[in-house]
């Protein structure tokens, strides 16, 4: 089988699939991504730039999908070039949120299309509006969250298959394609991330902190308020005024992944540590940028309590890991994180309880013992749910077509003849006469 695989990050959450097909000599494999994308053995490597395009004369509601048409122009070529030289995929995997789905069944009509619904705008009930302290926006702005969802629409009327992580991230889908998305978790290495006593990680004072340490940890890919940040900022003058011996390790970079910007000039991580800085000993808390996956690793095995706070947004890989690695996690009580902490395994808060979210690390600083066993169902959660050795055969089997399907995507000419008998039946209806074709309807 010929497989082609379409993210401009690729392999993103591909990546422990395309291993697994790349060891079959009978397949081939293409991937297509941006300048980002990380080449990987087996695989064909199609890469495309984003020209330079100023959108000011576009509408601003259609702006993020003109960026996405002209993404789409780039993927198109590169689709081109793959059929010029004789690759003609039978699965086509594609993110459709940048709208490299687009072109996609144009160019291979016959493959066989499976987008990745990793998460679908709402205006309610979601990331949007969730947080008091960034109120939100006026109507126009509602408007274009409903936009953000164009090519994704545009992907799930043409796909044969869904795939999407967590079933809360499906839920947020239309309930009418909810049928089409199987939940599929793309899978941590347990045996990476992995509880290690020895564990060790070393301060850039030269300080080298162990699991026999007081470690609060807390990580996002960027420092900002839709991971907690600023409430987690909050928290910890009165922790590290309680736990004297308390360190405190901070993952991220500082720019922004999602979300609302900070104001001009500023970074989210410098505003809210400016608001606690004269509150806490800025050399217990450390913030280390973002850290090569084996270094993070050795953060959350010298953990003593993970914090991990989320508006009701996309399920991070970090806090599954943390779960893995052993950590007593203490997360937000958001509907992603409830679906896989279950306050046996885990703890959870509410969100915004600065107080209550304080005590609870004070309280696991102070009896880390108490806690052992919510340590070890978080391991076993980690690797009975989220093993990538269970979670790839499922997406392996998904992509070769060897499980079975609740939805398929019907013919044409069956909607059409379903439509025309729905018509018949109505009570005088023009189509009760023979040879009415149902796309040639009367007008009113």
Not at 81 to 94: N, R
Not at 391 to 420: F, K, T
């Amino acid at each position: 089988m010929n497989f082609l695989f379409v993210h401009n990050n690729f392999p993103a959450q591909f990546i422990h699939a395309v291993r697994v097909l790349a060891r079959d000599p009978s397949t081939k494999i293409a991937g297509i991504g941006t300048h980002t994308s990380r080449p990987m053995n087996g695989v064909r490597l199609l890469k495309y730039a984003m020209p330079e395009g100023d959108v000011r004369p576009t509408h601003p509601f259609a702006r993020r999908f003109d960026v996405e048409c002209r993404r789409a122009e780039q993927v198109m070529y590169a689709l081109t070039s793959l059929k010029a030289d004789g690759f003609l995929p039978d699965v086509v995997a594609v993110h459709p949120g940048w709208g490299e789905s687009l072109p996609v069944r144009a160019i291979f009509p016959d493959a066989r299309l499976i987008v990745y619904c990793e998460y679908y705008y709402r205006s309610k009930s979601s990331d949007i509006a969730f947080d008091p302290e960034f109120p939100a926006f006026g109507i126009d702005g509602y408007v274009g969250v409903h936009l953000k969802n164009a090519a994704t629409l545009l992907a799930l009327a043409e796909c044969d298959l869904g795939m999407s992580p967590t079933s809360w991230q499906r839920s947020t889908y239309p309930d009418e394609y909810q049928d089409r998305i199987t939940v599929i978790h793309e899978g941590v290495d347990v045996n990476r991330a992995a509880p290690d006593p020895n564990a060790s990680y070393r301060l850039p004072s030269g300080r080298i902190l162990t699991p026999a340490d007081e470690v609060v940890t807390f990580a996002a890919r960027n420092l900002e308020p839709l991971r907690g940040y600023h409430i987690f900022m909050r928290t910890l003058p009165r922790i590290l005024d309680a736990r004297p011996r308390a360190h405190v390790l901070i993952v991220g970079g500082h720019g922004t992944s999602y979300g609302a910007e900070p104001p001009a000039g500023q970074t989210w991580q410098g505003l809210f540590l400016k608001e606690v800085a004269s509150h806490i000993d800025p050399r217990r808390v450390h913030f280390t940028g973002a850290l090569p996956h084996a270094d993070f690793l050795r953060v959350l095995q010298i953990s003593s309590a993970h914090v991990y706070l989320t508006y009701p947004f996309v399920l991070s890989w970090s806090m599954i890991e943390a779960m893995s690695a052993g950590c007593l996690v203490i997360g937000s009580d958001t509907p992603p994180v409830r679906e896989v902490i279950d306050g046996k395994n885990g703890i959870l808060v509410p969100f915004f309880d600065v107080e209550q979210i304080s005590e609870r690390v004070i309280e696991a600083l102070m009896h880390p013992r108490r806690f052992a066993e919510f340590r070890t169902r978080a391991r076993r959660t980690a690797v009975e749910q989220y093993d990538v050795q269970r979670c790839v055969p499922q997406m392996v089997a998904l992509l070769r077509g060897e499980e079975p399907r609740r939805w398929q995507r019907p013919r044409r000419a069956s909607v059409r003849r379903r439509a025309l008998r729905r018509a018949k039946r109505l009570p005088g209806s023009p189509f009760r006469a023979a040879g009415h074709p149902v796309l040639d309807r009367p007008q009113d």
